[in-house]
Antibody
Framework: QVQLVESGGGVVQPGRSLRLSCAAS????????MHWVRQSPGRGLEWVAVIWYDGSNEYFADSVKGRFTISRDNSKNTLYLQMNSLRAEDTAVYYC???????????????WGQGALVAVSS | SSELTQDPAVSVALGQTVKITCQGDSLRNYYASWYQQKPGQAPVLVIY???NRPSGIPDRFSGSNSGNTASLTITGAQAEDEADYYC???????????FGGGTDLTVL
């Protein structure tokens, strides 16, 4: 079955960097776009970034653009989120999710990992 | 607009029907999807597209779309349906995705 497992979370000081990984299994990883979504404590879901199945396109939420990068290694079935210049407001649980696209251009996040907690604090 | 608007909280009596709505301009171009999230757990996709349920989602969950509004209906709500529900779609640019603020569903 589809499995997504995030790792790399932890406590980091403001201004520092952290890289999250998402190990995928149970499906053809190279055939699917992938997303990162975050949730700050007690708050709602916030979309962070997406990468196309072949890495040809990437898009970011305005709140992280220029600080975060998304990448993937299809040979390792792994998605990454490189987070630089971290701020207190980046504190959240970060989820990776698989993209399910339909023929009309809509897409949906059909499988999610369990999340990795990132805490930005001095 | 890149926003999706949901009512913050809704309640329903056990066994009754409840509709949760989501409004936004992007819904005129893209279908919404709906996610159920229980405390301490990852979100789970419950409805997507015109009205599709992933495997394992009970058929009491259904979706509908009209103009700039998407709706999630639970027919015969159960105690285990008490959760936060979020809608999501691509935004009007097509290059970003956006979530609604979430609806806290209470089953009385």
């Amino acid at each position: 079955q589809v499995q997504l497992v995030e790792s790399g979370g932890g406590v980091v000081q403001p201004g520092r960097s952290l890289r999250l990984s998402c190990a995928a299994s149970g499906f053809s990883f190279s055939h699917y776009g992938m997303h990162w979504v975050r949730q700050s404590p007690g708050r709602g879901l916030e979309w962070v970034a997406v990468i196309w199945y072949d890495g040809s396109n990437e898009y970011f939420a305005d709140s992280v653009k220029g600080r975060f990068t998304i990448s993937r290694d299809n040979s390792k079935n792994t998605l990454y989120l490189q987070m630089n210049s971290l701020r207190a407001e980046d504190t959240a649980v970060y989820y990776c999710a698989r993209d399910l696209a339909d023929d009309g251009g809509s897409s949906y996040l059909d499988h999610w990992g369990q999340g990795a907690l990132v805490a930005v604090s001095s | 607009s890149s926003e999706l608007t949901q009512d913050p909280a809704v309640s329903v009596a056990l066994g009754q029907t409840v509709k949760i709505t989501c409004q936004g301009d992007s819904l005129r171009n893209y279908y919404a999807s709906w996610y159920q999230q229980k405390p301490g757990q990852a979100p789970v996709l419950v409805i997507y597209g015109r009205n599709n349920r992933p495997s394992g989602i009970p058929d009491r969950f259904s979706g509908s779309n009209s103009g700039n509004t998407a709706s999630l209906t639970i027919t015969g709500a159960q105690a285990e349906d008490e959760a936060d529900y979020y809608c999501n779609s691509r935004d009007s640019s097509g290059n970003h995705w956006v979530f609604g603020g979430g609806t806290d569903l209470t089953v009385l």
